[in-house]
């Protein structure tokens, strides 16, 4: 079936360390979106990507789309504990989105 | 600008018995969605509304899940009987249009605990 694939499951970093969560489809996607959950809460929208090798940053947040507009990352520089959270990719495909199983960034104590 | 409101937070039932959950969407928002959510996983969509119209249930389980949304504003979604393997959160989000590039707002969820 329909599926967007991300990876790791888990990232342990020390505070200050780089994050990256990749997101992967078999199919062309229409558009990407990037959520942020945080422990306990709901799933809130960060981003949206749609042009073929888009790049867009926040802060010390950038988000790619790949040129096949087939795959995603998010990469996070100089994590923070207020990143502490689940980040889901959701690729656009006929009016649906495929929700990836999410990328847990843990902070290291 | 008040968010998606979802009731009850929590809900602890015995399987077999029947739950529901309710929804508020956000005003004007014409496309509502009902997810589930398990420990460790992604949402996973259950039913997809445009205006009173489930325009995707693909995924509900239609044998116990039931949905409605009467008057294309609140839904309810009802489970009949209840599982064990139902435990899980169940999110509501809604957006102002049906199409995947429209940002999803979600509300808090209700956690289902079914023993």
């Known amino acids: 079936g329909q599926q967007v694939m991300q990876i790791p499951q888990y990232q342990h970093v020390q505070e200050g360390e780089d994050f990256t969560t990749y997101c992967n489809s078999s199919t062309t996607l229409s558009n990407i979106q990037w959520y942020k959950q945080r422990p306990g809460g709901h799933p809130v929208f960060l981003i949206q990507?749609?042009?073929s090798g888009e790049v867009k940053k926040q802060k010390r947040l950038t988000f790619q789309f790949g040129e096949a507009k087939k795959n995603s990352s998010l990469h996070i520089t100089a994590t923070q504990t207020t990143d502490v959270g689940t980040y889901f990719c959701a690729g656009g495909r006929n009016y649906q989105l495929i929700w990836g199983a999410g990328t847990k960034l843990i902070i290291k104590p | 600008e008040a968010g998606v409101v979802q009731s009850p937070r929590y809900k602890i039932i015995e399987k077999k018995q029947p739950v529901a959950f309710w929804c508020n969407p956000i005003s004007g928002h014409n496309t509502l969605y009902w997810y589930r959510q398990n420990l460790g996983q992604g949402p996973e969509l259950l039913i997809r509304?445009?205006?009173?119209?489930?325009?995707?249930d693909s995924q509900l389980p239609k044998d116990r899940f039931s949905a409605e949304r009467l008057k294309g504003v609140d839904s309810t979604l009802k489970i009949q009987p209840a599982e064990l393997g139902d435990s899980a959160v169940y999110l509501c989000a809604s957006s102002q249009g049906t199409a995947s590039s429209y940002e999803q707002y979600f509300g808090p969820g209700t956690r289902l605990t079914v023993t």
């Open positions: 509304y445009e205006n009173e119209e489930a325009v995707d």
């Open positions: 990507l749609v042009k």
